[in-house]
């Protein structure tokens, strides 16, 4: 890490955990709301509904700055949610990263759901299953998928920079820990000031984390059903 | 350990009634059955299968064979008394209380005296275990379940007796550890069979149970349904074979364009047939 | 445009803001004046819980590494933690007019007077200053090295349609930019004049990889010299260039009659720290590249008026007569603090 020289590993490490807590936190928001929207658009039929699956993955192709801007507006202390003094802190950068991440998420989970055949929630509900019951089968069914649905509104937070600049302040505060600056943030102050050496180094540990995340995400998906080791 | 019944080393679960008796018939003991009815129903289908007028019974301790060429609604029919929807017209009774008159939470307790299967493969992604005791484990309190799934992660728990002795009723107790999705198409429909098996249904429904499958399979689930009867349950078996009809069943009904043409006796149904379409259907003649 | 926003914001909020707006006429300043009120600077690091104050500031300023050393002194002096957001001059004024900083400090006059006339911003000082320079290619394909005068010089480029690099995002650099542009009479356009939209640093790359000409800040230009081959071929007046290169820096806290729950007292604390003796001292020291960046002007011992208020401010329309100015200013103050029935 020849490029990082001039930054301290305070700096880095913080960086990093921002970075993850956001998405983190962002991808768990957008979850437990997405989720139950992927079973309730997947297996009811109403007036409209090709109009909203087209509005969700219209999402996915948001701008994230359009989304930065909104959330500005929304959290300034001139907008209307400013009372809560939100703006510039890792609390608005999660909430635009829920917004940005959640159109993907129920977009991947929404298919993942559609291609669980009835006939399992069929067979879920006659052995005495409650909706709920079935719904749970459906997510657990459509585990691989869901699985994938996460790792792609996880890829899609942790690398997002327009929001989370806009909303966040990108501020370090001068014991050079973070307080609202993540790796892609941090980043742009390398490109900005020139030095896209440790921009790029800085990338690379962006990508390790991003490899790493999706690498345990495919080691959760891919454990056989079975639990091997049931000597029978 | 695979052969040995597993009771003997559990001295503490349960009743003693079960560790001496594995058997499902004297779990069953302990409430007596009910019969399932329908009355009137009739239904119709965006797909345009209509249903008109269906009247008919299945009481404890028979079976019922509901007979009639594929597509004439004997799916429809099994659907709707097994509650998926109600019915445009007429009642479903279980136990003589018409369901659907019923508060959604005894409805939902009502319907878990019926158990299903289906003519389509609907076994879980898991292990054959964990599908057989899918009905059980929805059965429990929410805190149970959530302990449960807890527990799973640090290690499991031997399969109940209640699952394995669904297993052995349909012949696929040596099957217990295996992934549902490396079955063949008929170990997955006795696997599925023992699913509605587990928490001991008052009725058993199953929906044209052997269709494709090798006289192998087919055999194991007749005798499947043979025990279930033998044990109290109203079977109630959809299937365009004659031959299995008249193999395996009590009695007889005969469902002709979307409405009972004829039931009765299996013997007198197939031996002197009131109706002519069913004397050329039993014959094995083409009917519409 | 911006105007219009803030009104579709004032019309969404929820009431709150204009409800705690109507507030500040009446006797309840801001918490964080009680806090400061009694003590002395030592009592208040002494005291209680750190307070945060929320800096919106130009890239130049932190980019070249001058807060770093700027702000772990003043946060031990006053035990305050200081939450930089370093943006474009442009979008860090917008920031702190929607309420959103505290203080700012930043480079662009024009724009520093528009927001102390709109009443956003209270009690400006000069901080310091250094300068522009014009930068491009060693080669100098439009040949404008050493020209005294940067509108000559950008005329020349634009005659030339050499490549040039604009900020293109309303920073101070980019109003400076424009000045110019309009000192040379000269609208540019045209393929040669690319607008980028990017911080400083990012635009010298871009320049020195596009081979083309670029306004610079001295203070960004020298940090970021090692990282490209751009020269300086029109100097700024501080090495004898033309004075419209110039780059004054001011500090101005937010006006906390606008914005109630500004931190207005560890504002004014940041502005009294920055034309301290001590606050300047660590500018007038601050070097990269064996060079100083930035040059202190806030200590004067004779009265400098002009930074506390708009260029060219006059005293309003009334200027003539500024007797009859302060009796309706007076008149006013009591109409709106004392009470009815006192």
């Not at chain 1, 990082?4 to 921002?18: M, R």
């Not at chain 1, 997510?139 to 327009?162: D, F, M, N, P």
């Not at chain 3, 990889?209 to 007046?237: M, W």
Request: one cysteine or more; charged letters at 20%.
């Amino acid at each position: 890490m020849f490029a990082l020289g001039d930054l301290n590993l305070t700096y880095l490490v913080s960086i990093t955990a921002v970075s993850l807590y956001v998405s983190t936190a962002a991808v768990a928001l957008s979850a437990a709301l997405g989720l139950p929207i992927s079973l309730a658009v997947g297996f009811r039929d109403f007036y409209g509904k090709s109009v909203v699956t087209s509005v969700i993955s219209t999402g996915m192709g948001f701008p994230s700055v359009v989304v930065g801007l909104v959330v500005l507006l929304a959290l300034s202390r001139s907008g209307p949610l400013g009372t809560f003094e939100l703006l510039f802190t890792p609390e608005a950068m999660i909430l635009s990263q829920t917004i940005l991440a959640l159109p993907v998420l129920v977009s991947v989970s929404l298919s993942a759901v559609q291609s669980v055949p009835q006939d399992l929630r069929d067979a879920a509900f006659a052995a005495g299953g409650t909706s709920t019951d079935v719904a749970l089968l459906v997510v657990r069914e459509a585990r691989y998928g869901i699985v994938t649905a996460l790792l792609a509104a996880y890829g899609r937070a942790i690398s997002e920079v327009g929001s989370v600049l806009i909303v966040g302040g990108n501020i370090v505060f001068s014991d050079s820990t973070s307080f609202t600056r993540t790796l892609t943030t941090a980043i742009t102050v390398e490109a900005r000031k020139g030095n896209i050496e440790t921009g790029i180094a800085l990338g690379a540990i962006l990508l390790a984390l991003v490899l790493g995340v999706n690498a345990l995400g495919a080691r959760f998906r891919d454990r056989t059903p079975g639990r091997n080791g049931r000597g029978r | 350990m695979t052969t040995e019944r597993p009771g003997a080393d559990e001295p503490d679960s349960g009743e003693p009634d079960e560790t001496t008796a594995p058997d499902p018939a004297s779990n069953g003991a302990r409430r007596s059955k009910t019969r399932l009815a329908a009355r009137g129903l009739g239904h119709g289908f965006g797909d345009g299968t209509v249903l008109e007028d269906i009247s008919l019974a299945v009481e404890p301790g028979e079976i019922l064979a509901v007979v009639g060429p594929s597509g004439t609604g004997k799916t429809t029919l099994f659907r709707l008394l097994a509650m998926f929807e109600r019915p445009d017209e007429g009642t479903v009774e279980v136990g003589g209380d018409d369901v659907w008159g019923l508060p959604e939470a005894r409805r939902l307790a009502v319907r878990r005296r019926v158990g299903m299967a289906f003519q389509t493969r609907s076994l879980f992604s898991t292990t054959v275990e964990e599908n057989v005791s899918y009905g059980l484990r929805v059965r429990r309190s929410w805190s149970a379940r959530v302990r449960d799934a807890v527990e799973g992660l640090f290690g499991r728990e031997e399969p109940s007796e209640t699952v394995e002795d669904a297993l052995r009723t349909v012949g696929m107790f040596d099957k217990v550890g295996r992934d549902a999705g490396s079955l063949s198409a008929g170990e997955a429909q006795r696997v599925a069979i023992a699913r509605a098996l587990a928490p001991d249904p008052d009725v058993l429904l199953l929906d044209e149970p052997t269709s494709n499958l090798d006289p192998r399979n087919t055999a194991a689930i007749e005798s499947a349904m043979r025990a279930a009867r033998d044990r109290g349950i109203a079977v109630a078996l959809a299937t365009h074979d004659m031959q299995q009809a008249r193999r395996v069943s009590d009695r007889t009904a005969v469902i002709l364009g979307g409405t009972c043409i004829e039931s009765g006796p299996t013997d007198e149904v197939f031996e002197s047939p009131d109706d002519d379409r069913v004397r050329q259907f039993v014959e094995g003649k083409l009917v519409y | 445009m911006a105007i219009e926003r803030r009104r579709f914001l004032q019309a969404a909020g929820v009431g709150a803001i204009l409800g705690l707006s109507g507030c500040t006429g009446d006797a309840n300043p801001p918490q964080a004046n009680n806090e400061t009120a009694g003590g002395s600077e030592g009592s208040q690091s002494a005291s209680g819980a750190t307070q945060e104050l929320t800096l919106a500031t130009t890239t130049s300023t932190y980019d070249t590494g001058l807060l770093d050393a700027l702000n772990p002194v003043f946060e031990e002096k006053f035990n305050a933690r200081v939450k930089t957001i370093s943006q474009g001059t442009g979008a860090a004024i917008e920031t702190a007019r929607n309420g959103d900083a505290d203080v700012i400090l930043v480079h662009a006059r024009g724009a520093e007077d528009e927001f102390l006339q709109e009443g956003y911003g209270v009690n400006r000082r000069d901080v310091m200053f250094n300068d522009f320079v014009v930068v491009g290619p060693a080669d100098d394909p439009a040949g404008i090295s050493g020209m005294e005068s940067a509108a000559d010089a950008f005329a020349t480029i634009a005659d030339a349609e050499a490549t040039f690099v604009s900020r293109g995002d309303d920073s101070g650099t980019n109003k400076k930019e424009l000045l110019i542009w309009e000192a040379a009479d000269v609208e540019p356009s045209g393929t040669w004049y690319r607008e980028i939209g990017k911080g400083m640093g990012d635009t010298l790359v871009q320049a020195d990889q596009s081979g083309a000409y670029t306004l610079a800040d001295r203070g960004t230009f020298l940090a970021t010299q090692d990282n490209i081959d751009l020269e300086i071929q029109v100097q700024g007046p501080l090495k004898g260039g033309p004075t419209i290169l110039k780059n004054p820096y001011g500090v101005i806290p937010v006006n906390p009659a606008m914005y109630p729950d500004v931190n207005y007292s560890l504002a004014m604390a940041y502005a009294g720290f920055l034309t301290s003796p001590e606050g300047q001292e660590i500018i007038s020291n601050y070097t990269a590249n064996g060079s100083q960046l930035f040059f202190p002007n806030a200590l004067s011992e004779d009265p400098q008026f002009g930074q506390y208020v708009p260029e060219n401010y006059d005293g309003g329309e009334n200027a003539s007569s500024s007797a009859s100015v302060s009796d309706a200013q007076f008149e006013s103050w009591v109409a709106q603090h004392v009470p009815q029935d006192f």
